[in-house]
């Protein structure tokens, strides 16, 4: 399945994201934002249509000046990212405004791609994964509010965390 889903999976640009794998040797338009996600294990490539809201509304809040006030005055880390899967949105987040990402999943898994995902967009030092259901995890509970929260994961189990996101908001 994986070989499969490299050979087919092509850049896709989303707003001023360009979202490819490693396996892409063409040029990249000028002006975009690249980040480099596999198809792995792991959700989020960027070809899902609830993934590409997400990074449409990162790209949508870039020059909408109260936010970017928000983000810079927020302590570290401004960005949340909740079921990081790959870490698209964290690494889209983290290249678009030059800041400090927090990124958790449930799945130990999706932790362990997300940090190498991490890693090959060059972005250790600005970005750290935990492993954690909702928002449990002491570090997330610790590091906020945040400015901006994103949680690309199923209605329910958002439903069920909503209002302790709410609160770390």
Not at 111 to 139: D, K
């Amino acid at each position: 399945w994986l070989a499969e889903t490299l050979t087919s999976f092509s850049p896709i640009q989303v707003g001023r994201f360009w979202v490819h794998g490693r396996h892409h040797t063409g040029s990249m338009p000028p002006g975009m934002v690249p980040v480099q996600v596999e198809a792995t294990t792991a959700f989020g490539t960027g070809e899902h249509a609830t993934t590409q809201a997400c990074l449409l509304a990162i790209d949508a809040l870039a020059n909408y000046s109260p936010f970017v006030r928000l983000l810079r005055s927020t302590r570290s880390p401004p960005v949340l990212d909740i079921g990081c899967g790959t870490g698209v949105l964290a690494i889209a987040a983290a290249k678009h405004w030059r800041c400090s990402v927090l990124a958790s999943d449930i799945d130990l898994e999706a932790v362990q791609v997300t940090y190498q995902m991490v890693r090959n967009n060059g972005l250790h030092e600005s970005i750290n994964v935990v492993r954690s259901a909702g928002v449990r995890h002491r570090t997330i509970l610790r590091s906020g509010p945040y400015a901006l929260i994103t949680a690309n994961i199923l209605a329910q189990p958002l439903c069920d965390i909503a209002m302790p996101v709410a609160r770390l908001l």
